[in-house]
């Protein structure tokens, strides 16, 4: 499993944090390029701790509704992970702004960022990003774009898609 470049464990509810980090921490995961773990309810930091610890090619990192995951998570793969174009944390309440203070340096390639149901996740952090990084689509709380869109290409909102460059990037 060395060369999986996309994993998708969307509503794995049955699935434990512990064996996805396990996974990763395996090696099984290093040349990944996209992780969904879109309602995979269980995952907590630890897994974006290995994330960040293993996977230095991630494109795509999707976190929506992981409702444990937290701040110091976020911040560990925003760290290490400077090939990220797109970051989906819909519905992760526990995040700030604070993992994405510095994305404008540290994410020079981010081109979408999706925050719907992030409360905590502020329009001000997410207004001067898009002015840092002029190609950068955030989403707001409430799924209002923000940021100057001339550079992407929008797909219809009901199926989700951004087509940025070569990737089309799904939230």
Known sequence: MTSV????????????????????????????????LTECSDMRDEVCMAVAERCH???QFNISWCWD???AGMQAVVLSSPHLLL??????KRLTDLPFVDAHILLPHLRVLVAKSAN?????????LCDAIPELVA????GDRIGDDADAAWGSNSTGR???????LEY
């Open 69 to 71: 995951i937290t701040n």
């Open 87 to 92: 970051v989906n944390c819909t519905g992760v």
């Open 139 to 142: 989403i707001n709380y409430y």
């Open 120 to 128: 905590n996740v502020s329009d001000e952090l997410l207004g001067s």
């Open 57 to 59: 090619l991630l494109r």
């Open 5 to 36: 470049k996309s994993l998708k464990l969307r509503k794995g509810m049955q699935i434990s944090s512990d064996a996805v980090r396990d996974l990763v921490l395996s090696g099984a995961c290093d040349a990944l390029e996209e992780l969904d």
């Open 162 to 168: 951004i087509k940025v460059q070569r990737w089309t």
